[in-house]
């Protein structure tokens, strides 16, 4: 089975940086997905990280060390609108039962 | 872009009864999920489809939840009889295989209110 967490709640401040952790415990690892959720809409996809490293995409950007089962996404230069709900999700490897299992979501609020 | 496309957006029905959630993914996907996701929850899958067959269904309710995706194309979630605690948002996603780093992409979901 795979077990995935991350904090419930952040709160940060406009312009600042956040970094949100996941950590995962799995039964075998293809790879590891963050995704941003607004409230009542469908998460959006945001990185994917397969190998140990930085992802950067704009202000947004994804480690991933697979010997630790850890995860972090760091958002730079806050904006308001980035208050979302963040999701971590692992995907299993090929054949396995429920081959991407998602956190339960890090609530991040930017205060003005 | 093409997208997901879910019906209906929001859903209220009473205990008992019968309910129904339709999904059209984008075209060429072979892959398609439906998840279910309670307020405050990340999503939680409830059957996986790859073109028509059921990949993975083991954590489907299956005494009163049936998917079906006959033509391997679109696909249909059903709830009977509906109990309370089925209220959630019910989220279908598709990707083109469902390996790999292929990212999914996910409908706009159907908000269910169990009375």
């Known amino acids: 089975g795979q077990n995935i967490d991350q904090p419930t709640e952040m709160t940060a401040t406009e312009g600042a940086i956040v970094q949100i952790n996941c950590t995962y415990q799995t039964s075998g690892f293809n790879g590891l997905f963050w995704y941003q959720q607004h409230a009542g809409e469908a998460p959006t996809f945001l990185s994917y990280n397969v190998l140990d490293g930085l992802e950067e995409k704009g202000r947004f950007s994804s480690f991933l060390s697979r010997s630790k089962g850890y995860s972090y996404l760091l958002l730079k230069e806050l904006q308001m609108k980035d208050s979302a709900s963040y999701l971590c999700a692992v995907r299993s490897l090929p054949g396995s039962a429920r081959q991407l299992t998602f956190g339960s979501g890090t609530q991040l609020t930017v205060l003005p | 872009e093409a997208e997901v496309a879910q019906s209906p957006r929001y859903k209220i029905t009473e205990k008992s009864q019968a309910v129904a959630f339709w999904c059209d993914p984008i075209s060429g996907h072979a892959t398609l999920y439906w998840y279910r996701q309670i307020l405050g929850q990340g999503p939680e899958l409830l059957v996986q489809?790859?073109?028509?067959?059921?990949?993975?269904d083991s954590q489907l309710p299956k005494d009163r939840f049936s998917a079906e995706r006959l033509k391997g194309v679109d696909s249909t979630l059903k709830i009977q009889p509906a109990e309370l605690g089925d209220s959630a948002m019910y989220l279908c996603a598709s990707s083109p295989t469902g390996t790999g780093q292929e990212k999914l992409f996910f409908g706009s979901g159907t908000q269910l209110s169990v009375l």
């Open positions: 489809f790859q073109d028509e067959s059921v990949v993975d």
